[in-house]
Nanobody, 115 residues
Framework: QVQLVESGGGLVQAGGSLRLSCVAS????????MGWYRQAPGKQRELVAT???????SFADSVKGRFTISRDNAKNTMYLQMNSLKPADTDVYYC?????????WGQGTKVTVSS
């Protein structure tokens, strides 16, 4: 019954910015932790950033200082602001949410950073 939908991916030049969004819908009472992950073809899925229901955040070292994560609990929406993008950030980005002790994943949104 729960669905996560990401949006905001696209093609940008190195040094540019993108803002990703993730909207949760369906039977939702509350959302605990949410996070962004990314994965390139043939590679392991990598944790990018997480945010708790109270707004506590954590970031992978590779994006620290460049990315910010936020959420709007009233809208069941999470955001990832990506600045100073690098070609190494090129990946499919996935939204993850823990909702009533169950993990949910979105289908992903593609981010491509050109050099």
């Amino acid at each position: 019954q729960v669905q996560l939908v990401e949006s905001g991916g696209g093609l940008v030049q190195a040094g540019g910015s993108l803002r990703l969004s993730c909207v949760a819908s369906g039977r939702i009472f509350s959302i605990n932790i949410m996070g962004w992950y990314r994965q390139a073809p043939g590679k392991q899925r990598e944790l990018v950033a997480t945010i708790t229901s109270r707004g506590r955040t954590s970031f992978a070292d590779s994006v620290k200082g460049r990315f910010t994560i936020s959420r709007d609990n009233a809208k069941n929406t999470m955001y990832l602001q990506m600045n100073s993008l690098k070609p190494a950030d090129t990946d499919v980005y996935y939204c993850n949410a823990q909702i009533q002790e169950v993990d949910y994943w979105g289908q992903g949104t593609k981010v491509t950073v050109s050099s």
